[in-house]
C-alpha cells in the first residue's frame, strides 16, 4: 500500500463545475504539499499545509491531521485547470526526508 | 527571479551508456532534491543534496549518483543505463529542510533506448 494514496484517479467534469481531489497518507507528517502538472512535465507548487485550511484564487486546500486527510479544491472550473495534481507529504521522521508523492489526478475540464 | 532551471530537457542515451542532468537552483535556495518520475506514476525521490553533500537517499541503486557545486548547483549521474531508467527528472529546490516549500524545475526527459 502506498504511502499516500489520491482520489480519483482520472476525473472529467465540465466547465463551472465544482472539483474535490483527495489525498490519504498513512505517515505523520510535518507538511503536506498540493501540486500542479502539465503536459510538459513542469510541476508548480499549488499549496504546502501543516494544518487547517488555505486559499488562493479559486483554489482551496484543507487538511484533517487526525484524519490524515487532505482535499483541494477548485470552484468554477475552468478548461486551463486541466492538468495532473499531485498531493505529496514530508514525513515528520526527522531528517531530511525528501518528498513522498501520491499517483496524481488527471483532471479534464471540458468546455 | 529564475526558478529552478533543468538541462537538458530531453535526452536519448543507450542501454549501457551513462548520463549527466543538471540543475541550478532558485535563487536563495541551498538545497536540491532529486525525483524520478515514471509515466503515468508520481514521483521517486531519489536523494538530496545540502552544503555539497548528499544527506539523504531513497530506494535508488548505487548507479544513480550526484554532486553538489559551491554555487549550490547540482548534477545527477546515472550509470550503465537500463531501458527502465527512461522516466522525467525532476529537481526540486528549496531553503534548506524545505519548511518554506519547494520550487521545482521543468524536468528532463530521459529515453533509454
Known amino acids: 500500500k502506498n504511502e499516500v494514496e489520491q482520489s480519483p484517479q482520472n476525473l472529467t467534469a465540465q466547465e463551472g463545475e465544482f472539483i474535490t481531489i483527495n489525498c490519504s497518507y498513512s505517515v505523520g507528517i510535518s507538511a503536506l504539499h498540493w501540486l500542479q502538472q502539465h503536459p510538459g512535465g513542469g510541476i508548480v507548487s499549488l499549496f504546502m499545509l501543516s494544518s487547517g485550511k488555505k486559499k488562493h484564487g479559486r483554489l482551496i486546500a484543507t487538511i484533517n491531521i487526525q484524519e490524515k486527510h487532505s482535499s483541494l479544491h477548485i470552484t468554477a472550473s475552468h478548461p486551463r485547470d486541466s492538468a495532473v495534481y499531485i498531493c505529496?507529504?514530508?514525513?515528520?521522521?526527522?531528517?531530511?526526508?525528501?518528498?513522498?508523492f501520491g499517483k496524481g489526478t488527471h483532471l479534464i475540464i471540458q468546455p | 527571479d529564475a526558478g529552478v532551471t533543468q538541462s537538458p530537457t530531453h535526452l536519448i542515451k543507450t542501454r549501457g551508456q551513462q548520463v549527466t542532468l543538471r540543475c541550478s537552483p532558485k535563487s536563495g535556495h541551498d538545497t536540491v532534491s532529486w525525483y524520478q518520475q515514471a509515466l503515468g506514476q508520481g514521483p521517486q525521490f531519489i536523494f538530496q543534496y545540502y552544503e555539497e553533500e548528499e544527506r539523504q537517499r531513497g530506494n535508488f541503486p548505487d548507479r544513480f549518483s550526484g554532486h553538489q557545486f559551491p554555487n549550490y548547483s547540482s548534477e545527477l549521474n546515472v550509470n550503465a543505463l537500463l531501458l527502465g531508467d527512461s522516466a522525467l527528472y525532476l529537481c526540486?529546490?528549496?531553503?534548506?529542510w524545505g519548511i518554506g516549500g519547494y520550487t521545482f524545475g521543468s524536468g528532463t526527459r530521459l529515453t533509454v533506448v
Open positions: 526540486a529546490s528549496s531553503l534548506g
Open positions: 505529496a507529504v514530508r514525513s515528520s521522521g526527522g531528517g531530511a526526508d525528501g518528498l513522498t
